[in-house]
């Protein structure tokens, strides 16, 4: 199970004109100021972000500091001074949390964590600011799901594509809004995105389709409060110990017996927000998202996979599900209790309240490890509440942890066919139609040239290094699109025979190329 992920970046954008209407629905879960949104007439649409290092859990009251701590759902001020005050909502919503375990560093833009959502239309062209306003590190970004075609060098990926953007600099980037559907834009370098780089980005179409009444935007990421991006490196590359016990803390693996790594997880947040699970049935009573909805509303779920390591399987509690989309190409409606969504991967379902039993539903998304491999609960969660149906409001909702309690328990994307139980079938692209218009499924079959890629960590820890065909990957000191002439090393198949051989880059480049 690998990592993905993401990045900071100030953003502008650029547009064609196609029309008065386009395709946003009137309702759109969650919003902010610092949202890149992008008008159909405005050509170009300019945004600036602006990428920096936040704390979790501090008030900032008017210069007036204040470490916070979660209480049953919500946040209060810590010290002599007002100790135990409950903040309001528009307080809290200044805090960032993650899952309130510590105080911790992060990475945020223009003040958000995870950052700001880009929401812009077919083809428009989107010139992105950065602005590096880290002390010591270089960042780049990476516009996962949308297409570089003749633009390549706008990929982000550090001395492949470009030189990276040092503390201080400022780069723009110059991307088109293509194609329609659900992506995000994400760190590049090192494990940044485990510290919040990243965000959501949305790309529609210009004709009003009356779908949809609301639209939820959830961005799922693992969390480890005690890591930052180089220590999360460094403890997947060698052990990581319970600081307790001294004892080194073992991986967890999936129903198929993968393997995750050394990463631990801690805790899932959902747009930013989790609560840490202690143990199977305490929490610390942090703040989740909260998306407050209608009955009978037709909601169009938008699930980002900003995961560093550990797949997510989604669901609502008790309910059944539309799915609708994946990695930005329209799929035939297929009803699954859940879904289960990789790191990089994307996914649109559709669901509304007809008929609702209570005032409060649980989005959840629980990692594919078993239960038993870890020994508690790990998962993302956040409350869906119904404004007009009468009931008691909990801002620190129970959860009963029963993944299936219908009779449809049918998984979509289960890692090689299989759920782990009998009881629970899966689906996977087989049992779905691509319905994106223009898609011309004979091209699929006319095939020029087949290249084989064998992934695999054949290291005598058999979990690293990483290498591909033979070769691991070694970072070039220019980059490798634009300078191929600055590459001093070589490796050659020969070299490769007894061993893993570094430098691999160099050879694929020569070879296929």
Same mark, same amino acid.
């Given at each position: 199970?690998?990592?993905?992920?993401?990045?900071?970046?100030?953003?502008?954008?650029?547009?064609?004109?196609?029309?008065?209407?386009?395709?946003?629905?009137?309702?759109?879960?969650?919003?902010?100021?610092?949202?890149?949104?992008?008008?159909?007439?405005?050509?170009?649409?300019?945004?600036?972000?602006?990428?920096?290092?936040?704390?979790?859990?501090?008030?900032?009251?008017?210069?007036?500091?204040?470490?916070?701590?979660?209480?049953?759902?919500?946040?209060c001020?810590?010290?002599?001074?007002?100790?135990?005050?409950?903040?309001?909502?528009?307080?809290?919503?200044?805090?960032?949390?993650?899952?309130?375990?510590?105080?911790?560093?992060?990475?945020?833009?223009?003040?958000?964590?995870?950052?700001?959502?880009?929401?812009?239309?077919?083809?428009?062209?989107?010139?992105?600011?950065?602005?590096?306003?880290l002390?010591?590190?270089?960042?780049?970004?990476?516009?996962?799901?949308?297409?570089?075609?003749?633009?390549?060098?706008?990929?982000?990926?550090?001395?492949?594509?470009?030189c990276?953007?040092?503390?201080?600099?400022?780069?723009?980037?110059?991307?088109?809004?293509?194609?329609?559907?659900?992506?995000?834009?994400?760190?590049?370098?090192?494990d940044?995105?485990?510290?919040?780089?990243?965000?959501?980005?949305?790309?529609?179409?210009?004709?009003?389709?009356?779908?949809?009444?609301?639209?939820?935007?959830?961005?799922?990421?693992?969390?480890?409060?005690?890591?930052?991006?180089?220590?999360?490196?460094?403890?997947?590359?060698?052990?990581?110990?319970?600081?307790?016990?001294?004892?080194?803390?073992?991986?967890?693996?999936?129903?198929?017996?993968?393997n995750?790594?050394r &990463?631990?997880?801690?805790? $899932?947040?959902?747009?930013? %927000?989790?609560?840490?699970?202690? +143990?199977? /049935?305490?929490? #610390?009573?942090?703040?989740l998202?909260?998306?407050?909805?209608?009955?009978?509303?037709?909601?169009?779920?938008?699930?980002?996979?900003?995961?560093?390591?550990?797949?997510?399987?989604?669901?609502?509690?008790?309910?059944?599900?539309?799915l609708?989309?994946?990695?930005c190409y329209?799929?035939?409606?297929?009803?699954?209790?859940?879904?289960?969504?990789?790191?990089?991967?994307?996914?649109?379902?559709?669901?509304?309240?007809?008929?609702?039993?209570?005032?409060?539903?649980?989005?959840?998304?629980?990692?594919?490890?078993?239960?038993?491999?870890?020994?508690g609960?790990?998962?993302?969660?956040?409350?869906?509440?119904?404004?007009?149906?009468?009931?008691?409001v909990?801002?620190?909702?129970p959860?009963?942890?029963?993944?299936?309690?219908?009779?449809?328990?049918?998984? &979509?994307?289960?890692?090689? $066919?299989?759920?782990?139980? %009998?009881?629970?079938?899966?689906f +996977?692209f /087989?049992?779905? #139609?691509?319905?994106?218009?223009?898609?011309?499924?004979?091209?699929?079959?006319?095939?020029?040239?087949?290249?084989?890629?064998?992934?695999?960590?054949?290291?005598?820890?058999?979990?690293?290094?990483?290498?591909?065909?033979?070769?691991?990957?070694?970072?070039?000191?220019?980059?490798?699109?634009?300078?191929?002439?600055?590459?001093?090393?070589?490796?050659?198949?020969?070299?490769?025979?007894?061993?893993?051989?570094?430098?691999?880059?160099?050879?694929?480049?020569?070879?296929?190329?």
């Amino acid at each position: 199970m690998n990592s993905v992920f993401l990045i900071p970046i100030t953003l502008l954008v650029l547009v064609v004109r196609y029309g008065n209407s386009a395709d946003r629905p009137p309702k759109i879960f969650p919003t902010s100021k610092e949202d890149c949104i992008c008008d159909p007439t405005d050509n170009p649409c300019r945004c600036e972000f602006k990428v920096e290092h936040l704390l979790t859990m501090i008030y900032n009251d008017s210069g007036k500091i204040w470490l916070v701590e979660p209480c049953n759902g919500y946040l209060c001020l810590r010290g002599k001074e007002n100790q135990g005050r409950q903040l309001t909502e528009q307080e809290q919503a200044r805090v960032i949390t993650a899952d309130g375990n510590v105080s911790r560093l992060v990475i945020g833009i223009n003040g958000k964590f995870p950052g700001p959502r880009i929401d812009a239309f077919e083809n428009q062209e989107l010139e992105i600011t950065v602005v590096n306003l880290l002390h010591t590190e270089t960042i780049t970004i990476h516009f996962h799901g949308l297409h570089q075609v003749g633009r390549p060098w706008m990929d982000g990926v550090p001395y492949i594509t470009q030189c990276p953007i040092l503390p201080g600099q400022t780069f723009v980037y110059r991307i088109k809004a293509d194609p329609i559907g659900t992506s995000f834009y994400r760190a590049e370098i090192a494990d940044q995105h485990s510290m919040g780089l990243y965000g959501p980005i949305i790309v529609r179409r210009f004709e009003m389709q009356q779908q949809y009444s609301a639209e939820i935007i959830v961005t799922l990421q693992d969390w480890n409060h005690v890591m930052d991006a180089e220590t999360a490196y460094q403890r997947m590359v060698s052990q990581q110990f319970d600081l307790g016990t001294g004892e080194p803390i073992g991986t967890t693996m999936s129903v198929d017996t993968a393997n995750f790594s050394r &990463f631990e997880f801690q805790s $899932g947040l959902v747009n930013g %927000k989790g609560r840490y699970w202690m +143990n199977f /049935n305490e929490n #610390n009573g942090s703040p989740l998202e909260k998306f407050v909805v209608k009955k009978a509303e037709m909601i169009r779920f938008r699930i980002i996979g900003a995961m560093t390591q550990y797949s997510m399987r989604v669901y609502i509690e008790n309910e059944t599900v539309t799915l609708r989309g994946s990695d930005c190409y329209n799929l035939g409606a297929l009803s699954v209790q859940s879904i289960i969504v990789h790191p990089g991967e994307r996914y649109d379902f559709t669901f509304s309240f007809y008929n609702p039993q209570q005032k409060q539903y649980l989005l959840i998304a629980e990692t594919i490890e078993t239960r038993e491999s870890h020994g508690g609960y790990h998962a993302a969660e956040a409350i869906l509440e119904i404004g007009d149906y009468t009931g008691t409001v909990n801002p620190n909702p129970p959860n009963n942890k029963v993944i299936c309690s219908k009779d449809n328990c049918t998984i &979509f994307n289960c890692p090689f $066919g299989f759920s782990g139980t %009998k009881e629970e079938p899966c689906f +996977n692209f /087989n049992d779905v #139609n691509n319905t994106e218009p223009g898609f011309h499924p004979e091209l699929v079959e006319n095939v020029d040239e087949e290249y084989f890629f064998n992934f695999g960590f054949p290291g005598p820890r058999s979990d690293a290094p990483g290498s591909v065909n033979g070769r691991e990957f070694v970072f070039p000191v220019s980059p490798l699109l634009t300078q191929p002439d600055k590459l001093k090393t070589r490796c050659t198949d020969m070299d490769c025979m007894e061993s893993i051989c570094k430098y691999g880059l160099i050879s694929l480049y020569k070879y296929y190329t």
